[in-house]
């Protein structure tokens, strides 16, 4: 194990949204202070860190000078292009490395790599043409999804396509971008298998959350799971735990599934916390947020334990924020707003967790 970065100690952070905001925030519980990299004027992270850089993310050189002040790196948006953050590789560590960081960044490469470590998406083919588009679609089927292999967020990026007739204005839609084809999956429930990795190799997973989406946003994550994902979130698991190996991973690592009749099925990662693991701030003996400071910093991890029978998250979209008064009403309902201004339709302002 390399020797355990001690409080007091400063973390970069790259990315300025909720997920770094709510980093710093743990990281000054355990007495690291946080420098958050983010192209925005203010940021939300920027608000709980002890300094923001303001700059773009292929700005290598003042990526260079923002490292050099830092003891470890990390990373809050998984879309930080790869090759200006290879290049200052020997400034300070990052975590999760940038192998991780890359694959995630486009899911053909991810599907092609969860097959080989043993797990199974949904049927995919490749598609850089139209004529591509057209032989996948003939292989695989309707109802199928068109997702760009890179930049997808927030259902963003996808064209569901649901007879062969459509192709020509789905590849349209998608701006004729390189693209995976993939079948529709019938499934019962959604969710996603939360990890922390430490640099010791020590492992750590939180009960899986079953994940609800609308308009392609997560809406909210129950925990613990029940009925199919308890049946499914074992083999879940382990294909979690083996990427994370195989990766020398280190920090929280976030894979989603779709629990079918047929066992579950790989849909993507995130080489991140996630959305879906907000509920563990007090929902779990320790966050995700924690846990990965934990591991970025060479710590022992915390235990992941869930501190109630039943824990609901609801994402606070747009307008639902503006509701903040009458959660704070409720027992044992724990409101997080995320100051960022403006609530836009469909930007994510804050969540709840309520305890049951
Ligand atoms: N192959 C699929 N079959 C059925 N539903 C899907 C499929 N792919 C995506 N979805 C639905 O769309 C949501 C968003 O897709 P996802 O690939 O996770 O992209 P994003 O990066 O936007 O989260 C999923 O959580 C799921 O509800
Ligand atoms: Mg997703």
Redesign the pocket.
């Known amino acids: 194990m390399t020797t355990p970065l001690a409080p007091g100690a400063t973390i970069g952070i790259i990315g300025g949204g909720q997920l770094g905001r709510m980093l710093s925030i743990a990281a000054a519980q355990l007495g690291y202070r946080c420098h958050i990299y983010a192209p925005e004027d203010t940021p939300c992270a920027a608000d709980v860190a002890a300094l923001h850089i303001c700059a773009d993310y292929t700005d290598e050189s003042a990526l260079r000078d923002f490292v050099r002040n830092v003891d470890v790196l990390t990373y809050e948006f998984e879309n930080v292009p790869a090759e200006p953050l290879r290049a200052i590789a020997d400034e300070a560590p990052l975590h999760p490395n940038v192998d991780a960081l890359e694959l995630a960044q486009d ?1 053909l490469s991810e599907k092609d790599y969860v097959v080989g470590h043993g797990g199974r ?2 049927d995919y083919r490749a598609v850089s043409s139209l004529a591509d588009l057209e032989t996948a679609i003939a292989d695989i089927g309707t ?3 068109l ?1 760009t292999r890179r930049f ?7 064209v569901r396509i649901m007879d062969a007739g459509a192709a020509t204005s789905a590849w349209t839609e998608i701006g004729g971008q390189p693209s995976v084809l ?6 019962e429930k ?1 969710f996603s298998i939360l990890l922390a990795r430490g640099t010791s190799g020590e492992t750590r997973i939180w009960d899986a959350p079953q ?1 609800r ?1 609308a308009d ?3 809406a909210h994550s129950i925990a613990p799971g029940d009925g199919i994902i308890g049946e499914q979130k074992a083999a879940a698991g382990d294909l979690a735990r083996g990427i994370a190996e195989a990766l020398d991973y280190v920090g929280v690592l976030t894979c ?1 599934f ?1 629990a079918s009749a047929a066992g579950p ?1 790989f ?2 990662m ?1 080489p991140r916390v996630h959305n879906s693991g907000h509920w563990t701030i007090e929902g779990a003996t320790t966050s995700q947020f924690e846990n990965h400071i934990r591991a970025i910093c060479g710590l022992p991890l915390g235990n992941t334990a869930l501190t109630a029978a039943r824990i609901e998250m609801h994402n606070l979209i747009g307008a639902d924020a503006d509701d903040w008064m009458s959660w704070l009403k409720k027992d044992r309902a724990h409101l997080h707003l995320y100051n960022k201004g403006e609530a836009r339709p469909g930007r994510k302002m804050g969540h709840v967790t309520q305890l049951f």
Request: hydrophobic letters at 35%; proline letters at 6%.
């Open positions: 899911r998406p949904a109802p199928a999804i997702k997808g967020y927030d259902g963003k990026g996808q993939e079948s529709f999956v019938d499934f959604e994940n989406h392609g946003i997560l989603e779709f099925v849909n993507e995130a």
